[in-house]
C-alpha cells in the first residue's frame, strides 16, 4: 500500500513570496490532515478535512494561508505572503474515517530568509 | 487546557531498557499515543492505548498510563540502536479527533 505522498521534499524562498504544498493521502482515507513541526517542538494541526470539508481550521493563520481538498482527495496548503516564522516542515497524515491511526507523509521542509 | 509535557532528552546504552515519560493536562483524552520520528522522516505510530486501560504490550513497548496523575511512560526493552529517534507523546479526544504532541524526546543510544 502506498504511503502519503508530498511534494516538494524542500523548499526556500524569500519572506513576502508565496508557496504551495501538495498532499496525495492514502487511498481511501477521508480525513486528511495537514500539520507544522517547528524544530524542536511537536507537530501542531493546522487544518482538518473529512472528504472536501473543512472540520477543524481554528489554529489555521487564516490571512497568510489557505487549503483546499476539492474533490476529497489531494489537498494542496498554500502561504501568501511567507513570514521568517513561517520555516517549518508542513507534515500532511490521513486517516481513515473515525480510524485511530494517522498515517504521516515524509513532510515538506520550508525555509523563510 | 490542552498541553502534553515530556523530558527533551534520554541516553541509553544499547541492551538497557529505556523509559520515557510524559504528563498530559486534559483528563478527557480518550486516546493517548506514543509516536517516533526518525531523521528525515515522517511520524511513525508505535502504540496507543485508550484511557480506560492502564497498560498495554506489544513486543518490546509497554506503555503505562496513570489516569489518576495524567502521567504516561513508554518502555522500551533491549534497546538498539534502531531505536535511536525522537519519541513524541500525544492525545486525542475522539478517533480521526486532531492530536496533541509534546515537543518529543531525542533518545540517545550509547554503545
Known amino acids: 500500500e502506498a504511503g502519503v505522498a508530498q511534494s516538494p521534499r524542500y523548499k526556500i524562498i524569500e519572506k513576502r513570496q508565496s508557496v504551495a504544498f501538495w498532499c496525495n493521502p492514502i487511498?481511501?482515507?477521508?480525513?486528511l490532515y495537514w500539520y507544522q513541526q517547528i524544530l524542536g517542538q511537536g507537530p501542531k494541526l493546522l487544518i482538518q478535512?473529512?472528504?472536501?470539508?473543512?472540520?477543524?481550521d481554528s489554529q489555521l493563520p487564516k490571512d497568510r494561508f489557505s487549503a483546499e481538498r476539492l474533490k476529497g482527495v489531494d489537498s494542496t496548503l498554500k502561504i501568501q505572503p511567507a513570514k521568517l516564522e513561517d520555516s517549518a516542515v508542513y507534515l500532511c497524515?490521513?486517516?481513515?474515517?473515525?480510524?485511530?491511526?494517522?498515517?504521516f507523509g515524509p513532510g515538506t521542509r520550508l525555509t523563510v530568509t | 487546557g490542552e498541553d502534553v509535557e515530556q523530558s527533551l532528552f534520554l541516553s541509553v546504552r544499547e541492551g538497557d531498557s529505556s523509559v520515557i515519560n510524559c504528563t498530559y493536562t486534559?483528563?478527557?483524552?480518550?486516546?493517548l499515543y506514543w509516536y517516533k520520528q526518525e531523521p528525515g522522516a515522517g511520524l511513525q505510530l508505535l502504540t496507543y492505548?485508550?484511557?480506560?486501560?492502564d497498560m498495554k504490550q506489544d513486543q518490546r513497548l509497554t506503555v503505562l498510563l496513570n489516569k489518576k496523575d495524567k502521567h504516561l511512560s513508554l518502555r522500551i526493552a533491549d534497546t538498539q540502536t534502531g531505536d535511536s529517534a525522537i519519541y513524541f507523546c500525544?492525545?486525542?479526544?475522539?478517533?480521526?479527533?486532531?492530536?496533541?504532541f509534546g515537543k518529543g524526546t531525542r533518545l540517545h543510544i550509547l554503545p
Open positions: 492505548i485508550f484511557s480506560n486501560m
Open positions: 487511498s481511501g482515507h477521508a480525513t
Open positions: 500525544a492525545e486525542s479526544w475522539e478517533r480521526d479527533d486532531k492530536i496533541i
Open positions: 486534559d483528563s478527557s483524552s480518550t486516546y
Open positions: 497524515a490521513s486517516s481513515l474515517a473515525s480510524g485511530v491511526e494517522q498515517y
Open positions: 478535512f473529512q472528504n472536501n470539508g473543512v472540520v477543524d
